[in-house]
């Protein structure tokens, strides 16, 4: 069966760029969560979503940052304008919301690199 | 709101020895409470849970850890690593009846040295 599949997996851009990084959850799962990981910050939740609907976006840094799932298949993560301090690695993960239990699937990651 | 502490952020270890990854966390009500592994340049992945009922757990590749709702820890063990358990180990907790988000510790580095 296919894991959460990230796109890119990797990322180079310069600082002022537009990043779009995607998401495809485990087919028939119902909760989405996007993670930053970092040396100094380790892993942080930026924001999930409970049945394509964002519950709680708290975590996400700062208005640059902005993300959507438009359908149970799908979701983005979005940094306008990007900046140096937003290179780390990101994570997807889905899980399936029955009997609350908080087990995640991660994907592999997209990792960025803002010069 | 819960908290996960990991003790110790690097733990160096040779092959075949035992080891001990400790776990400590912080909750006003019942929690469940989780370890993930993640191996270099990839997604974290589940090695055991703890929901209910025995306070003993076992995990994959041989992985166990105890719950203690006294000391409210959740430390992982295992009697003998190999050099394929080199990876980063992250405790997690999330509550019961809750919004469902996971809280996770700063993760401990483990090396197994040959």
């Known amino acids: 069966d296919a894991g959460v599949i990230q796109s890119p997996r990797h990322e180079v851009t310069e600082m002022g760029q537009e990043v779009t990084l995607r998401c495809k959850p485990i087919?028939?799962?119902?909760?989405l969560f996007w993670y930053r990981q970092t040396m100094m910050r380790g892993l942080e939740l930026l924001i999930y979503?409970?049945?394509?609907?964002?519950?709680?976006d708290s975590g996400m840094p700062e208005d640059r940052f902005s993300a959507k799932m438009p359908n149970a298949s799908f979701s983005t993560l979005k940094i306008q304008p990007s900046e140096p301090r937003d290179s780390a690695v990101y994570f997807c993960?889905?899980?399936?919301?029955?009997?609350?239990?908080?087990?995640?699937?991660f994907g592999e990651g997209s990792r960025l690199t803002v010069l | 709101a819960q908290s996960v502490t990991q003790l110790d952020s690097q733990v160096p270890v040779f092959e075949e020895a035992p080891v001990e990854l400790r776990c400590n966390y912080s909750?006003?009500?019942?929690?469940?409470l989780f370890w993930y592994v993640q191996y270099p340049n990839q997604g974290l992945q589940l090695l055991l849970k703890?929901?209910?009922?025995?306070?003993l757990v076992k995990g994959i590749n041989g992985f166990e850890a105890e719950f203690n709702k006294s000391q409210t820890s959740f430390h992982l063990r295992k009697p003998s690593v190999h050099i394929s358990d080199t990876a980063e180990y992250f405790c997690?907790?999330?509550?019961?009846?809750?919004?469902?988000?996971?809280?996770f510790g700063s993760g401990t580095q483990l090396t197994v040295l040959p």
């Open positions: 993960a889905s899980s399936l919301n029955t009997g609350n239990t908080g087990e995640l699937f």
């Open positions: 997690a907790v999330s509550e019961p009846g809750s919004a469902r988000q996971l809280t």
């Open positions: 909750s006003s009500v019942s929690v469940y």
């Open positions: 087919s028939g799962h119902n909760s």
């Open positions: 703890y929901l209910s009922g025995s306070t």
């Open positions: 979503f409970n049945n394509n609907v964002p519950i709680d």
